[in-house]
């Protein structure tokens, strides 16, 4: 897939949209200004960051000044390229390395991806440096045919299901069927999508590496 040729879900996990219907409405996020500010803190020029996170200057550029959203894919290359990790680039947090630390993420208090397909809930977003993207996830879509395109993204996913029930798509095998209690765990980069089978929508538990 090309830079300029993104999955509808992708696109939507990496911007922080309103959510619809009642409850409070989330700005969205200047992913490109967060990018420029840590690549200008490091004294970078976009050639050099562009090469350290395996992307062109031109692709670099246009998230920069807002003019793509990039894939997960790309979202994670910038991360490792900029020596931070993925939740760094969707809000400020200290950059030096710690130790010996942990998050408590209340019910409900994590924050918020709404896409689509399905709606995030990133958890322990205030930590720097994860090896590993927690998040539960709601799952709206009913069908297939709701995504643009498999979802694809570098490292490993891990999913349990909290409730209801899902069908799990990968690209190499057949459609799982997955109850509450049910785990998978699979090759990111090989296609996958989920989508919820029964009659209220299905909330899982998703684990990325980064």
């Known amino acids: 897939m ?3 040729e993104q999955s509808r879900e992708a696109r939507d996990l990496l911007r922080i949209a309103a959510h619809e ?3 409070p409405r989330v700005a969205p996020l200047r992913l490109g200004e967060r990018v420029r500010a840590i690549r200008r803190a490091r004294n970078w020029t976009l050639e050099e960051a562009a090469g350290r996170a395996g992307l062109a200057r031109s692709t670099l550029s246009k998230i920069e000044n807002e003019q793509m959203s990039p894939t997960f894919d ?3 290359k910038l991360a490792r390229g900029l020596d931070i990790d993925v939740p760094q680039l969707f809000q400020p947090a200290p950059l030096d390395r710690v130790s010996g630390r942990r998050a408590v993420t209340r019910a409900g208090a994590g924050r918020p991806h709404p896409t689509a397909t399905y709606e995030h809930e990133l958890l322990a977003p205030e930590l720097s440096r994860k090896r590993m993207l927690p998040y539960k996830a709601v799952i709206h879509a009913r069908d297939f045919g709701e995504f643009d395109d498999w979802v694809r993204h570098e490292g490993e996913e891990f999913l349990l299901v909290l409730s209801g029930s899902i069908r799990l798509y990968t690209e190499f095998y057949e459609p799982a069927e997955l109850g509450e209690g049910d785990s998978a765990y699979y090759d990111g980069a090989m296609g996958h999508c989920v989508i919820s089978t ?4 299905a909330t899982i ?5 980064s």
């Open 2 to 4: 090309s830079d300029g």
């Open 21 to 23: 219907g009642e409850g």
């Open 205 to 209: 538990l998703w684990v990325t590496t």
């Open 74 to 76: 790309a979202v994670q």
């Open 198 to 201: 029964g009659p209220e929508d």
